[in-house]
């Protein structure tokens, strides 16, 4: 394929020698237009060093979904290197260094995907070419092997790193040769995370562990309900019993310096403080409310195909039920952290976030300066699951060491990130639907949620597979924030849906599994791909021996989200009304898999968070504020309730690689109340399960 | 107060308020952070050291009780030359995700091996109750723990 170079900077004299290439991780971008001007963020490098020593800089993020790991393995593949030879740095967000004006370009982006394999095949290239010419032949005449260059007809071989030189001297290829599927060696293979050995023996750094000379430690009191305002406070008892801390003000917080986490941690304790609040929202009202907006006029069309009334008007049965999903809390296992060093010169920060960019932005806004002054540094994150999107302890941050002139490092407590958080929406499912001469005619529902309205999804199955089908949409006032949680809409969204179709299946005698597929086989318009979903489910059936399962109490649920396709079964067994997870089998067709360690461990991953989720997980509001505010309070799940065996198979896919951070958890919850069902004859409608006395 | 105890096989001695917990010492004063705040009252098992040999929660134990005992944490459990068994357990089975629970997994199991040299699954679960993983990598924790066994068996 032919390639634009102005993608790629080439630099030369790099610190010890090398060779460096510098592009964009997420963008790839498209053929340029003559006389259209167009920016290159450089944001990632490789590094090829005179000892065969190959560094990857990576700006993104690990939160623990395995991209540190997984996306140099694309580079690598493409460069066709030994990865034993490759070792990961993640840089600093600080693009201004990087950022180039090139002429051209329509600045359409593809994935991610593409960026990096286009990276890597352009220094491989690039090694064959400088090769051809020493040798004075045809490059298409040279291969490489692991590091090598080869010249075919003469079998002559040389290093990549003889050819540094060479290579630094030579234009970047105007063509590149991308590898084919079955020419790969890294992807798809066991990779170990590269940080594997660092956190086993304690060595990695995450955001809560910056030390910096002459910082200090900051705490926050946040207000104690959503909404609250700050009328005043006393801290005199705090001055006295730790004279050397220091107390400030702002946007309805208050910040506490001092030496030693302990101590600010502390100092919390020891302050008066008057709050405002006229919040008097409850979990039960705030369901009451929820329930009444499913008979109102304000709610909003999603889908509206063929004529559901009608529909329900000529039908033999029609059936109907209600499920609800509880507020979750995100509990990332390290709090929220992150250290700020505000001068007049400069804003230095340092910590976990997922949305470094737009933290970036948001800085800038709050004090009035420019991003040029702001340089963002990122941990590695003890967990993100859709927090660490949100950097309002950043802006806290900043606001702390502006107002204390220190560097600092604040660390909010297990309470504070609980009570002060953004959390997943309740949400309220109904559903109807008709039935004539044993098939589903008809389909509406309407989902509610706190807040935000993203409940529902108008592409998603089974729309196309009903001919008369309405999907509508509202929500419910409340001061609780509200933001993403993992596999945002689909996390519940799955629940309610897929427990709903069980219970159809189980009403119309038919087999769940053979009523999805004959549903599919019947799509006429989808922009799921059918076939992937249909495969899937077909391979979990066979995974889980579905149809010789005896007296073992299996329950099915297939949902795709995040471009990937998962079906699973889940197998549970009851003793004394008491459930026990027994097994999970999961197939997944995520398009060509990266890391297939790092793949599976997603998978389990999701499988065992959102067990635990449907089990206990419930965030009650009580006057206003959260009312759990530590895990005595608040269980996630141990390893008590982890699945005895986890199976997951992946299904060889052509399509290029598609999510999986988040498509392991929408179908858990649903495989699992459905192997309830078959196990004590009863379906359950709201979770967590713990309120139904059966965990 | 002044407190004088054994950390990671060296002696050390801290000036220090008696009702600091042994974690934020450990981190803030000893500046030793790969023993992790989750909670603050031993809920989910991110400070877990060895105390006196024990799998012990660090953020609700006192300074003051320390005194004179023994504690290792997560940087003093092995060498660079020799990983304890469960951390190449760990390694080889690519246990960790986010990896900021991982610490206080390894110290609980580590302790769980070194005084029981093949735990039944039950035992597994027992000792491993303490520690949450919100990343779920629970499954790979039991298989770890399992072939930390194993090489611990085939080193003697």
Redesign the interface.
Known sequence: MKINRRKFIKFTGAAGGGLVLGFNWTQAIAEPKPGSKLEVSINAYIKYSTDGAITILSPNPEIGQGIKTSMPMIVAEELDVDWNKVSIEQAPLDTNNYTRQVAGGSGSIRSGWNALREAGATVRQLFIESAADVWQVEPDSCETNVGSVLHRASGKTVKYEELIDVAIARKLPEKINLKEKQDYSLLGSRIKNCDARAIATGQMKYGIDTVRAGMKYAAIIHPPSFGATLKSYDSSELQKLFPSVTVYDFDNNIAIVGSSTWEVFSAKKAIKITWESNNNENSDKLKEEMVRQLDSNKLTKLVNKGNTAKAFSAADQILEAEYYSPILPHATMEPMNFFAHVTDEKIELYGPIQTPENTRRAVAKKLQVSESKITIGLTRMGGGFGRRLKGDFVIEAVMISKLSGFPINLVWTREDDMTAGVYKPSTLHRYKASVKNGELTGWEVTGIGLVGKRVLDKINFPVGAISNIQLRTGNVKSKVTIGPWRAPNHNFLAFSEQTFLDEIATNLDKDPIEMRLQMLSDVKWSKYDVKRLQTVILKVREMSEWENRGDRHLGFAAYYSYHSYVAMVAEVSVTDGKITVEDYFAAVDCGQVINLSGAEAQIEGAINDALGHSLFGEMLINNGAATANNFHQYQLGRINTAPKNITISFIESEYEPTGLGEPGMPPTPPALVNAIYQATGKRYYELPLKNHGII | MQIEFKLNGQNTAVSVEGS??LL?VI???L???????????A??G?CTVHFNGVATKSCVLPISEVQGKEVT???G??NEEK?HPV?DA???K??????????GQ?MSASHLIDTNPSPSDEE??QA??G????????????EAINYAVEIKKNQK
């Open positions: 600091t917990p934020w981190r803030d004063t500046g030793l952070t790969g023993t992790k705040y989750g909670c603050g009252m809920q989910c991110c944490t997560i940087e459990l092995s990983l951390q760990w390694i080889e690519d246990v960790a995700q986010c990896g900021y629970c991982q610490a390894i597994i679960e491993m109750m520690n949450i993983c919100r990343c779920g990598t629970y499954n790979r924790i039991k």
